[in-house]
């Protein structure tokens, strides 16, 4: 089971800092990350981290403001979001796999673990 929590209501040029915690299960050997859902637009897979070797991966929107990384005695991954665009407005929801992707994890439709969302808005 996956947890996130962080979303929330900031200005453009604002950060925020998502959260993903896993239960029942440890993040090792697995691919974990977060897409996103804004009304209206295509789901866009964010980001992803590999476990295993710690390699992680973006989406082109994202590259040099978001930061994912992992903290193994949490067994949560965490999604740093700083300069914030309107843009970014959606719902953003963790997922993880099993196995390798690399960057192609960002493009899958289905996952064998995602939590529930949390809401990111930014206003301008």
């Known amino acids: 089971q996956l947890q996130a929590s962080g979303g929330g209501l900031v200005q453009a040029g604002g950060s925020l800092r998502l959260s993903c915690a896993a239960s029942?299960?440890?993040?090792?050997?697995?691919?974990i990350g977060w897409f996103r859902q804004a009304p209206g637009k295509q789901r866009e897979g964010v980001s992803c981290?590999?476990?295993?070797?710690?390699?992680?991966y973006y989406a082109d929107s994202v590259k040099g403001r978001f930061t994912i990384s992992a903290d193994n005695d949490k067994n949560t991954v965490y999604l740093q979001m700083n300069s914030l665009k309107p843009e970014d407005t959606a719902e953003y929801y963790c997922?993880?796999?099993?196995?390798?992707?690399?960057?192609?994890?960002?493009?899958?439709?289905?996952?064998?673990?995602w939590g529930q969302g949390t809401q990111v808005t930014v206003s301008s």
């Open positions: 997922a993880a796999d099993p196995g390798l992707y690399g960057k192609s994890w960002l493009g899958r439709l289905l996952h064998a673990y």
């Open positions: 029942g299960f440890t993040f090792d050997d697995y691919v």
């Open positions: 981290i590999t476990k295993s070797d710690g390699s992680t």
